[in-house]
């Protein structure tokens, strides 16, 4: 699936970040807990060099816990890097990052000198309501759609840390293509530059691969079909989005699926592991490979 979603506000953000990165001592992503890979920026790991890194699991409540153990200790085990798995209902858990911060940065003396920490995250993975739970008082604007935050804010935080705030944004190019798939149904992209049918079918078959009883229980079956098609015209009987002659509303049914992901009604799904993406980037390289 080729997604071309760039507004020119990401552009500039995109120039902004590659200029004030290598003026930070702390970086701090918010990244979607449900899809940390796919929600990573590649920018951080291009740019952070030594610069030690606080990546926030986000959304921790709609993730298999499992599965976010397994993120939080790969994310662990690289150098300078510290993961967290919140979600918005712990305000408590997240204001610790504000002791966690200075820990990272121990050779910065707050008392005569301030932390400078950037805080990035792509669209709707909850960044602006972190900054808001951070600094204790409403200064980002939050929203469901993406793309909400439009320019930089330096915010003062407590323990003498100061916080450069920046707009979401995705990269020019989203692979393997898994990514763009899960970003999709994770609500990161605008629904109107993705395919419904195209990321629903994407999200069945990928639940009928890894959480099949989340949706016998959704759709009170017993059992699932085989395929993905065979889903989509279950789901259509099951909620009354049938055509004349018989034939699935697949917009309909692709609206059902994706938003009974998205609103929690499958349980806690993550949509990938570290192995599956380890996975993914070696097929992905192969490929290159094989195409020089």
């Not at 699991?57 to 153990?69: F, G, H, I, R, Y």
């Not at 005569?112 to 200064?139: D, E, F, H, M």
Request: charged share 25%.
């Amino acid at each position: 699936m080729a997604i071309n979603w760039y507004p020119g506000h990401m552009h500039k953000a995109k120039k902004e970040i590659r200029d004030v990165i290598p003026k930070m001592d702390l970086i701090i992503e918010v990244l979607d807990a449900r899809l940390p890979f796919s929600s990573e920026n590649p920018m951080v790991a291009s740019l952070r060099r030594d610069t030690p890194c606080i990546k926030i699991l986000n959304k921790s409540d709609l993730a298999d816990p499992q599965v976010t153990e397994q993120w939080v200790e790969h994310i662990n085990r690289t150098s300078g890097m510290k993961a967290i798995a919140v979600n918005l209902k712990q305000p408590e858990k997240i204001r610790s990052i504000l002791t966690m911060a200075p820990a990272m940065v121990p050779q910065r003396n707050l008392d005569i000198s301030q932390l400078k920490a950037i805080i990035l995250g792509i669209p709707n993975v909850g960044k602006s309501t972190t900054i808001n739970i951070l600094a204790n008082r409403t200064i980002a604007k939050t929203g469901n759609e993406p793309a909400v935050t439009k320019q930089q804010q330096r915010i003062k935080l407590a323990n003498n840390i100061i916080l450069l705030d920046t707009p979401g944004f995705l990269w020019p190019k989203l692979e393997p293509e898994a990514c763009g798939y899960r970003l999709a149904v994770s609500g990161a992209i605008k629904n109107t530059v993705i395919e419904f049918a195209d990321v629903a079918m994407y999200l069945a078959e990928f639940m009928m691969a890894h959480y099949p009883q989340a949706l016998c229980q959704r759709y009170q079956q017993p059992t699932l079909p085989e395929t993905g098609i065979e889903l989509f015209d279950l789901v259509a009987r099951r909620r009354g989005c049938m055509r004349r002659g018989g034939i699935a509303d697949s917009h309909k049914v692709a609206q059902i699926l994706i938003n009974d992901f998205r609103e929690g009604h499958f349980g806690r799904i993550s949509l990938e592991t570290p192995a599956m993406v380890e996975s993914e980037q070696a097929t992905l390289l192969a490929a290159k490979e094989a195409a020089r």
